[in-house]
């Protein structure tokens, strides 16, 4: 099965959407493996965004991602990095569709609300940026056998 890492950022606990992003996760029938609700160290969210290290809204993401607090997870099922990055849409919230998580909540780019990593590469790094070597606990759920062929 494959895993991914997913944030509500500080703008999304904020907001109250902590439970609307977990339920469209369930509700999908991925399974959440691993949950942290932490302020984000500065040096680990700077290795988290390091690839925007050089663009004018780096320091801006920095300050905002460790302002406050967010709620790290990480997701677990077929398909999982692609089917994440499709529920929470497109970057940029005026082009994402009406149905993800940013076409339904969110304004503007800066404040969109979510993250997933966008390949298997970045689902390892991040994955293990933010939990390390912490334990993450797979476990039945009962619609296991209806969500595969
Ligand atoms: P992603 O979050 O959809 O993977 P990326 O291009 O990797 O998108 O950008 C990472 C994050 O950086 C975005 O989610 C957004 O919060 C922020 N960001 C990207 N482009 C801009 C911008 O032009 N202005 C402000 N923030 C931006």
Redesign the pocket.
Known sequence: MERTYVMV?PDGVARGLMGEVLSRIEKKGLKIVGMKFAVMEEAKAKEH?A??AE???FA??VEFITSAPSLSLVVEGGDSIKIM?AI?G???PAEAAPGTIRGDFAV?????LV??S?SPEAAEREIKIHFGDAALISYPRCDDACLYE
């Open positions: 950022k965004y690839e925007h663009r004018p809204f801006g993401l990055r929470n497109a970057t940029k503007d780019t800066g404040r969109n993250h997933a966008d």
